[in-house]
């Protein structure tokens, strides 16, 4: 009883947990890969379609058929069914397994010509369509119209001592004639009202229609006008001419004496003289 056990450990080893226990053997046996990278004729497929855990595995191929077919190649159950050999209701029931789990929405559409087809669309990715889908969306605040910037105001022009209705309608009329002599004297009804006191300022100082046209349109810029309006103030104010030489009105001559008509006294004549000639001319002579 005094003995000894001398195999017996001295102490407990701790356990060893997991593939390091030295009793368990490595796996060698399983699935292999062998691969070769694809450079043409392939297509892109997810794990969460190859690897779902809750698809078919008729489901998986099928779907994993749809995403390698082309744009607009035909994925009806008719020519499914005559491609592979599992028949149109297994075929049809993988489909609804797609379509129930996102992988296939089908939609009726109707063509340019009436007819009403469907179309099936085949998605790799449902849970990024999920996320787009069911992403809230923003509450939409009507945003403020955007102000226009502010037109540069243009220059200012001079103005008439006296405007009368009739100075302003010719002034007025002069500006709209303008675009007859340049095309480029297209003048808006604002510019042109802006514009038209200017122009009886002008006319006020008796400078002619014709000789204001020319002071407008004479050496215009040749690389064009990207505001007429301005350069036509600048004009009507810089080069305004001063006012006219006051002129005195030249005092009238006098209008001649009228003197009555009288009867002569020798021939009973009628004749004008002043009082107190009484007879006319032939009997004064005489």
């Keep these: 009883m005094g003995t000894q056990n001398p195999s017996a450990p001295p102490r407990a080893h701790a356990r060893v947990a997991g593939d390091k226990h030295p009793n368990r053997a490595h796996r060698t046996g399983g699935l292999q890969h062998d691969n070769t990278r694809h450079t043409t004729r392939f297509v ?15 489901a998986i ?3 994993t058929h749809l995403q390698s077919l082309p744009k607009g ?34 939609e009726r559409v109707r063509t340019s010509s009436g007819r009403i087809v469907t179309r099936t ?19 939409s605040t009507p945003s403020a119209p955007r102000k226009k910037p502010a037109r540069k105001a243009l220059p200012a022009v001079p103005r008439p001592a006296y405007s009368g209705p009739g100075l302003l309608q010719a002034a007025t009329d002069l500006l709209a004639d303008l675009r007859r002599h340049d095309s480029r004297l297209l003048l808006s009804a604002d510019d042109t009202a802006h514009l038209a006191p200017g122009v009886a300022a002008w006319l006020e100082r008796e400078v002619t229609p014709a ?39 030249a005092t009238a001559p006098p209008r001649p004496v009228r003197h009555p008509l009288r009867n002569c006294d020798g021939c009973d004549r009628a004749f004008r003289a002043p009082a107190p000639t009484t007879h006319c001319r032939d009997c004064r002579t005489g």
């Design 44 to 58: 892109v497929i997810g794990n969460h379609l190859a690897q779902h855990p809750e698809l078919s595995l008729l």
């Design 121 to 139: 669309i085949s998605c790799n990715q449902p849970a990024a369509v999920r996320q787009r889908t069911e992403r809230p969306c923003r509450e």
């Design 211 to 249: 000789a204001v046209r020319r002071a407008l349109t004479a050496d215009l810029p040749p690389e064009g006008l990207r505001r007429p309006a301005a350069l036509l103030a600048h004009r009507l104010a810089s080069q305004l001419p001063p006012p006219a030489p006051f002129r005195a009105q």
């Design 73 to 106: 190649a035909p994925a009806d159950i008719k020519t499914l069914a005559a491609r592979f050999p599992e028949g149109a209701t297994r075929i049809a029931a993988a489909l609804r397994e797609l379509e129930a789990h996102g992988y296939l929405r089908r």
């Design 61 to 63: 191929g099928l779907g």
